[in-house]
């Protein structure tokens, strides 16, 4: 027979806390509380399976469960010598979810059960107290008729508000036995008015009634999206704990609290929390009345306070993590309700895991499992202040998108490029609002505190370049509707009309956009940070490079602790010049006037006015990575992506470049494609015109060759970007050696640099071994290989990727592919291709550049199938640090457990 109902009480549990999976985190703790000795109220726990079971079929029970409920009952009436309903001294329960991982208020709870029309006689005899055993059955009626049948708290809370309202008293606390009995009356009325039917007095019913709501709250849709969010996948379900009622609210001699062994929001070792004289649980949740301070209980009641502490380092030692515990003092008698291990800042993350190891609590290795890579994410960008009013941000509340890049922002709408850079440069802070961004906007965006589109994904354009500088991102946002003539940003949904040049808010960690100027604070990086990453130095075999475009990304990548570029994106630097802004504009017509041109004479021409920019670029980057490898993409994108497709700019371009503006318009006509990501992009440019090719190659080697006089000591890894073919990628990797050797040989000078590819394309990892004849290095680029493997559009899928993933509709995934590497489908390629190609050349040096690089359980893939780096974008070369690191951990963890078995 399948067992589905544990056990706990009387210092003996069917478990303990290392059965999270099948008793939740709360019946896993109550169990293991329960055996070391600290007093918990018995009581059972009804697993998680059987919750998984409910929803598997058709939302109905396993045959045996009503056997193993009454069973158990009887067990804790023994346990406990009362009896549910018993009109003399009543046995009540209070019925509790708890899933695996803690999901904090997600879920459904409900006190005091037991109690009817009888037992609460019996519980105000027993107790000698009637005001209480009324106001816990009304406490108890009001819970059931809103989380157990689903109707209105407001109904409720008005009939409240009338009762005091007409006794003239203000306080729950100040109202008489008479008052909650006349409530209790009114409730009910209610209740048989909403449900067509009296409300159950027989206790078995009600505590069906109650699991049920608890297992039905599993899939509510708070609960589902808190899921979503915190990417919590893979559970069966909740568990639902039953246990006997401990009343913190029996009079000042009892009370209720919440407290943590360490500080939740600095880490430091010093007993946190709140307690609240003559009340229960929820009270202090309802934050109607206000808590005191720990320390206050200590002396209040310094018994059961020093009982108290002595919980706290019997559990922080046996658990070895600082837990979060929840008590209720009743007439004086301390009980436990609750331990689990605590939610945290992220710089607390960090200072209880170096303090714990120093303490010799734990080890550096399990220190360094403890760090989630938002911890790392969360600690380094601007965060909207925790003192703004919960309910007032709430309000301002416009839309919800795809959270690309964490971080707040602060700033003017501006909803065209141009403009940001103007105002920027009058001193504004503007958020750039675009439907979508292209790589004419990158100055723009540049210069913004924050972008906002109103489509695209986690890879769109947008969102990799503001990845790669940190900068806060919001795309996809649901039903932001942008005008650019009437300069209107209007969302229907919630009725309202932004200008530009109003003040918005963007919080870029959880997607929100708020409306008005909302104050932020940028944490310091705490010391625990920096030791801990050293820690993870010490442990990792993957090297960790950067994605970066200028000087200025590179140094900040090297202060996060890259070790080399693994890919600069050279197109970048033709639409930007981040040293010397103001000449930008020379660099945008030297590429435009190269695309326009009709002939290779023109072009070149053209090309040669690009050369010292990108030279200079190259020079500061080089000098930048002093000594580390650099790997250089040649151009990629399609050409269309640099003209304007404005008319007004078209006009503008031509009379700059001294041609017809017919001739604007037929070439960028001509370039025109109906499927630019499957299109002439890629090293197909070179084909075509290798005379850029030629450029690139020749900015590259003579910026080496001059940083090599200086003194500084390159590495240059010239990419090839989109390979499909070993002969299309020796035609280029040739004529990149031509140029590359005549100018080092006239240098007479040795500069060693490599020669390889991107793999992009499923054809390219397929014949992987074909084209690592010719290709000294892989690249995997992930964007695309994600985008070509499944057949999904990586700029226009986020319109129905949440779909894919959201448990409640397809499910399809359990996380955006373009974020964390598909290891199954485009992993399987990858595997592939780096077999494939080490065959044939043993030495070929792997590494992955898509934003997987920067994704912790992608980095951990990347370990697992052999690469020798990862590369990510500057601010998430910390988190590919930390993952790298993990997964030694992990792995040698999985190696002990095999030998075990
Ligand atoms: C890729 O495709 O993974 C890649 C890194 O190149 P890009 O994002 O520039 O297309
Ligand atoms: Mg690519």
């Not at 291990?341 to 992220?346: D, E, F, N, Q």
Request: aromatic residues 8%; contains cysteine; glycine residues 10%.
């Amino acid at each position: 027979m399948t067992k589905w109902v544990y056990f706990f009480g009387a210092g003996k549990a069917e478990g303990d806390g290392t059965w999270r999976d099948l008793l939740g985190g709360k019946g896993a703790g109550l169990a293991e509380m329960t055996k070391i000795g600290l007093p918990v109220p018995a009581g059972f726990t009804i697993s998680t399976d059987t919750c998984d079971y409910f929803y598997k079929n058709g939302k109905k029970y396993p045959a045996e469960l009503k056997k193993q409920m009454t069973e158990n009952v009887a067990k804790l009436e023994k346990v406990t010598q009362k009896k549910l309903g018993d009109p003399k001294n009543p046995l009540l329960v209070s019925v509790r979810s708890g899933s695996a991982r803690s999901m904090p208020g997600m879920m459904e709870t409900i006190l005091n059960l037991g109690l009817n029309d009888k037992s609460v006689v019996g519980l105000a005899t027993a107790t000698g107290n009637e005001r209480f055993a009324w106001d816990a059955y009304r406490r108890f009626v009001q819970m059931y008729s809103t989380v157990v049948m689903g109707m209105s708290k407001e109904d409720l809370e008005h009939r409240l508000r009338s009762m005091k309202d007409k006794l003239h008293i203000k306080e729950d606390t100040a109202v008489p036995a008479s008052g909650w009995k006349g409530l209790v009356a009114e409730y009910k009325a209610y209740f048989k008015e909403q449900a067509g039917q009296d409300f159950p007095e027989d206790p078995m019913e009600q505590l069906w009634g109650a699991v049920g709501a608890v297992f039905g709250s599993w899939m509510a849709e708070k609960a589902v999206t808190y899921r979503r969010v915190e990417k919590i996948t893979g559970l069966l379900g909740t568990g639902v704990n039953v246990q006997q009622m401990v009343f913190g609210n029996t009079g000042d001699n009892s009370g209720t609290g919440v407290c943590f062994t360490r500080d939740p929001s600095s880490g430091e070792k010093i007993f946190y929390g709140d307690y609240l004289t003559n009340a229960q649980g929820e009270d202090v949740v309802a934050g109607i009345r206000t808590p005191v301070h720990l320390t206050q209980l200590a002396k209040i009641m310094p018994k059961a306070y020093a009982q108290l502490e002595n919980v706290r380092v019997q559990l922080e030692k046996h658990y070895r993590d600082m837990q979060d515990m929840e008590f209720t003092v009743e007439d004086g008698k301390l009980y436990m309700l609750q331990t689990r291990t605590g939610k945290r800042t992220p710089a607390a993350t960090f200072k209880i895991a170096m303090d714990m190891t120093n303490e010799k609590l734990i080890t550096k290795e399990e220190a360094i499992l403890r760090i989630k890579p938002e911890d790392i994410e969360r600690l380094f960008y601007p965060v909207i202040d925790a003192k703004v009013d919960k309910k007032s941000l709430e309000s301002r509340i416009i839309a919800h998108g795809i959270n690309a890049v964490p971080g707040a922002a602060v700033g003017k709408i501006c909803l065209s490029a141009a403009d940001a850079e103007e105002w920027a440069k009058n001193g504004e802070k503007v958020i750039l609002v675009r439907r979508e961004t292209s790589p004419e906007d990158v100055a723009g965006m540049a210069v913004a505190q924050g972008i906002l589109t109103a489509t695209g994904g986690k890879t769109s354009h947008a969102a990799v370049v503001a990845r790669g500088w940190g900068k806060c991102c919001i795309v996809g946002a649901d039903g932001v509707d942008i005008d650019y003539k009437a300069k209107t940003v209007k969302v229907a949904k919630v009725g309202k009309t932004l200008k530009e040049g109003d003040w918005l808010t963007l919080d870029g960690s959880e997607g929100i956009v708020y409306s008005g100027e909302m104050p932020l604070v940028t944490p310091e990086l705490p010391k625990a940070y920096h030791v801990i990453m050293k820690w993870a130095d010490g442990i990792r075999k993957l090297r960790v490079r950067t994605n970066a475009d200028t000087p200025q990304d590179a140094r900040k990548a090297i202060e996060f602790g890259a070790e080399g570029i693994g890919l600069c994106r050279t197109e970048h630097m033709f639409f930007t010049d981040f040293e010397q802004p103001e000449k930008s504009h020379d660099r945008q017509l030297g590429i435009q006037e190269m695309i326009l041109a009709d002939n290779r004479e023109a072009r070149v021409k053209a090309l040669d006015k690009l050369l010292p920019f990108q030279r200079r670029d190259f020079v500061g980057i080089f000098t930048a990575m002093d000594g580390l490898p650099v790997t250089i993409r040649l151009v990629d994108p399609p050409l269309h992506e640099f003209v304007p497709h404005e008319h007004a700019k078209q006009v503008e371009l031509a009379k700059e470049l001294g041609i017809s503006v017919e001739t604007v318009e037929r070439r960028v006509a001509q370039l025109h494609e109906s499927n630019p990501m499957l299109g002439h992009r890629g090293c197909r440019l070179c084909i075509t015109y290798p005379e850029i090719l030629e450029m690139q190659v020749r900015a590259i080697i003579e910026a080496a060759i001059e940083c090599h006089k200086g003194r500084v000591k390159v590495l240059p890894e010239i990419m090839i970007p989109l390979t499909l073919d070993k002969k299309e990628l020796g035609i280029l990797t040739d004529a990149t050696r031509r140029v590359a050797d005549a100018l080092i040989k006239k240098a007479g000078i040795k500069l060693p640099y490599l020669v390889g590819t991107m793999i992009e394309l499923p054809r390219a990892a397929l014949l992987a071994g074909e084209i690592a004849e010719v290709a000294e290095f892989f690249s995997f680029g992930t964007n695309d290989l994600t985008q070509t493997t499944m057949g999904l559009s990586r700029d226009d899928a986020g319109r129905f990727l949440p779909d894919y993933v959201d448990e409640k509709k397809a499910g399809v995934f359990a996380g955006d592919p373009f974020q964390t590497l598909d290891q199954k489908g485009v992993g399987m390629l990858i595997r592939w291709g780096i077999e494939q190609g080490r065959k044939t050349n043993p030495k070929l040096k792997v590494g992955i550049c898509g934003e997987h690089g920067g994704d912790s359980d992608s980095v951990k893939f990347c370990h697992e199938i052999g690469m020798d780096y990862v590369s990510a974008s500057p601010f998430r070369v910390p988190i590919s640090r930390l993952a790298a690191a993990q997964v030694v951990v992990e792995d040698k963890r999985k190696a002990k457990e095999g030998k075990k078995k």
